[in-house]
């Protein structure tokens, strides 16, 4: 069970803002996420505790294929994203790293900056802690959701190397 | 079951007759593509799947471009990690700084994708190479690093919209116009998840470097592909650099499409994207007294020896404006060299113009071209979001090269056709 805050922000958040090229030069994770959202919103990093939840409205990881921003985001310790929508490689990115996402819109109108905010991920039910309302995410295609309960693509290929072999 | 192109080329690459919108398949690759800044992560997760080598170690490229000439040190880290996992596995397509290019320019013409083919890349632009008629598109490192040690990739089966163009293009207008139109038009996210078919009388006229820059584009309305049939232009690009077999795919008549888009071209201007979305588009005389600090012609969109052709063409006799940085990045060395022998790069310089060696540097605020806080620059590249080409206070306005080279000289963003009043 995940619970944390949410942080809520706009359309269109795309990657260049989420981590911006001048910190392409690294691939470490830690460092990453000194810069996760810098760009859009520069007190994110010091205000995001374990846990927290971004929220966003359309189109959510738009731009650059760039793995480093699922990448800073979990670093940073956002337990979730959920949004009306999300750009295709951002979306195929978290799931590939193990970065959980939700598609929900009644949720993402629901939920405001600061609210607790509780998700079941087997379920995808999202719970407004602070208004006590809960909301269903649109639930994943059988394959994702292997994706997902093995934590990732890396751990999918090796299975299916050692199976291959 | 009739089907799209896209359809077509995914099922032929899972052993099936025929695949529908919204499936999910593991398709095999023809080629897995990667470049300084997503490869060293793939490589990274390739070394964790424990794969022994490369699926074919002709099938994957590794293309150093986005960094470099290496811009720091930490980036130079970065290419040495492509550059000797391309030695300890023997990948035939690494290409060095010297013998390199922008990697969706250099990579269809080294004949790396053909017609029907099935590529990614972990690169968003990898879309580009839909203009030949092959089904490509962007994907992440880890998609990468699974590719490699696989070769196959998850997909899902994208729903298609047809976009028909149609009339002839007014002097000045191009694929950059075409494509930054259909953005404006139907918005960042309006292809999210879908296959973008260019079809049309438009273009069948335009030239494969037009057809590029369309499919280069595809991504930023949210495409997962970009795609033109192939035609003879499409087979007269392909066949003297093809050296294995191919095949054409074309859409059924009665293929399901999502929506069918028509656009009527005869009286579109040059457009230009403001700040900070690509969709934010407006004909480029509507942009009234937009100063500008910086010109930038090149990128995977429009660094091809016809986008020069067409800058030197504006800019030839002229010299840039006091007040502007105008850099031309040929996108590949071969193209450099060509702009050598047909005197483009001495029209550029002695306007007064930098010439590079190719890199992606300032379409993603990398290197060789950052902005300062307040500064603006008007670019033959691919996107404008908040920060893209340096300080997020500075400003990015897209175009295409003539319009950009039009601009360099009035040192406000301005048309070709402004400069007939202005003295060589």
């Keep these: ?165 | 079951m009739a089907q799209t192109i896209t359809q077509k080329i995914l099922a032929a690459h899972c052993g099936r007759e025929s695949v529908e919108p919204g499936e999910l398949i593991n398709a095999g690759t023809d080629l897995v593509l990667g470049n300084d800044i997503t490869a060293p992560i793939a490589i990274r997760e390739f070394e964790k799947i424990g794969a022994p080598t490369v699926f074919d170690k002709n099938k994957v490229a590794l293309v150093p471009d986005h960094s470099t000439p290496n811009k720091d040190i930490k980036s130079a880290e970065l290419t040495k990690i492509l550059r000797e996992f391309a030695r300890k596995h023997g990948i035939v397509n690494y290409f060095e700084v010297g013998r390199m290019g922008v990697e969706h320019t250099l990579i269809p013409d080294e004949g790396l994708v053909l017609p029907g083919d099935l590529v990614i890349g972990a690169d968003s632009h990898t879309c580009t190479y839909g203009a030949l008629g092959a089904f490509s598109s962007g994907v992440g490192s880890t998609d990468m690093a699974a590719a490699m040690a696989l070769g196959e990739v998850w997909l899902k089966v994208p729903e298609a919209i047809k976009f028909v163009y149609s009339g002839k293009l007014r002097e000045w207008v191009s694929g950059k116009d075409l494509i930054l139109y259909t953005i404006g038009r139907i918005g960042v996210d309006g292809a999210l998840y879908c296959s973008m078919e260019f079809t049309g009388e438009t273009i069948s006229a335009i030239t494969m470097a037009d057809r590029f820059t369309m499919c280069n584009m595809a991504i930023e309305a949210g495409g997962k592909n970009g795609i033109v049939e192939p035609d003879d232009k499409t087979l007269e690009y392909v066949n003297p650099r093809a050296q294995r077999e191919y095949k054409v795919y074309r859409s059924d008549p009665d293929a399901v499409y999502r929506d069918v888009v028509e656009i009527d071209c005869s009286r579109l201007e040059p457009q230009v994207a403001f700040p900070h979305l690509p969709e934010n588009t407006k004909p480029v005389s509507e942009a009234v007294d937009v100063r500008i600090d910086q010109a930038v012609i090149g990128s995977c969109t429009n660094g091809r020896i016809e986008d020069l052709r067409s800058a030197a063409k504006v800019i030839r006799g002229r010299k840039v404006h006091p007040d502007v940085r105008l850099l031309v990045i040929p996108a590949t060395q071969e193209i450099f060299l060509q702009a050598i022998k047909e005197g483009l790069t001495e029209i550029f310089v002695e306007a007064g113009g930098a010439v590079s060696t190719p890199t992606c540097g300032p379409c993603l605020g990398g290197h060789m071209g950052v902005l300062a806080e307040g500064e603006r620059s008007i670019a033959t590249t691919n996107r404008n979001f908040v920060g893209r080409m340096g300080h997020v206070k500075s400003e990015v306005y897209l175009s295409n090269p003539a319009v950009a080279a039009a601009s360099a000289v009035l040192g406000r963003i301005g048309s070709p056709e402004e400069l007939d009043g202005v003295d060589k």
């Design chain 1, 1 to 165: 069970m995940i619970k944390g805050r949410a942080h809520k922000y706009g359309s269109n958040v795309d990657t260049d803002v989420i981590i911006p090229a001048r910190y392409l030069n690294t691939t470490d994770p830690a460092e990453l996420a000194t810069h996760c959202l810098e760009d859009l919103d520069p007190a994110f990093i010091s205000k995001v505790h374990p846990g927290d939840v971004i929220v966003g409205e359309d189109n959510f990881g738009c731009g650059s294929s760039r793995e480093h921003a699922p990448i800073c985001i979990k670093a940073a310790g956002v337990s979730c994203v959920i949004a009306n929508s999300f750009a295709r490689i951002f979306y195929r990115n978290s799931l590939n790293i193990g970065l959980p996402i939700l598609e929900c819109p009644d949720a993402v109108a629901g939920i405001s900056a600061g609210d607790e905010i509780e998700i079941d991920l087997a379920t995808g039910r999202i719970a407004n802690l602070t208004t006590g309302k809960s909301y269903s995410a649109k639930p994943f295609p059988e394959f994702m959701r292997k994706l997902i309960e093995l934590g990732g693509l890396v751990n999918y290929a090796k299975t299916k190397l050692t199976a291959g072999a």
